[in-house]
């Protein structure tokens, strides 16, 4: 079952996603999409109600912008946020499921008055997978990355990213 929504800011700056986050900024009319999809071990009775971290540390790209600790501080700290409000706690010792991310970047393009204006594009992908490792959920957000956006406002995207991300997830049983 997959499912795909467009979101864009209702403030300055509610929209970032794609790495968004700690890259950019935010506009008015710059949209973030979340797509997601629920995998085939999907259990009919829920997927329980504590969760570990897939990678408890995150992993190194040699990018500095997405190795930023920050960043990776304020994804976790918004996640386990949204996850305690859908009735998820934490448990890195024997979670009924675990969540992880990755975060990327690329080269991209968008409309400009004349033809299209190069760009830089980032996401996150979450997905929360059984102990086993079979897929429960999957999620990426994407958007264009805003440089030029004070840290407050970075910051403030990133959240907003990672809560539309996980408000296509499930509450707790």
Known sequence: MRR?????????CAALLLLLVSLGGCQLIDPIEVDHT???AVPL??????YGWLNPTP???GDPMIDN?????TLRSCARAKLKKKGYTLNQGTPDFLIGYEIGRRPGF??????????????IAMRAVTPS???LWHA????KILHDNPPKKKKDRLERSVNLLLGTFPDAD
């Open 59 to 61: 992993h190194e790209t």
């Open 110 to 123: 968008e409309k400009a008055e004349v033809g299209v204006k190069p760009i830089e594009e980032g996401a």
């Open 133 to 135: 490792n079979s897929l």
């Open 38 to 40: 629920f995998g085939d």
């Open 140 to 143: 990426v957000a994407r958007a």
């Open 4 to 12: 795909s929504m467009t979101f864009v800011g209702k403030l300055p």
């Open 69 to 73: 600790p920050d960043l990776h501080k």
């Open 45 to 50: 009775d829920g997927f329980g109600s504590s």
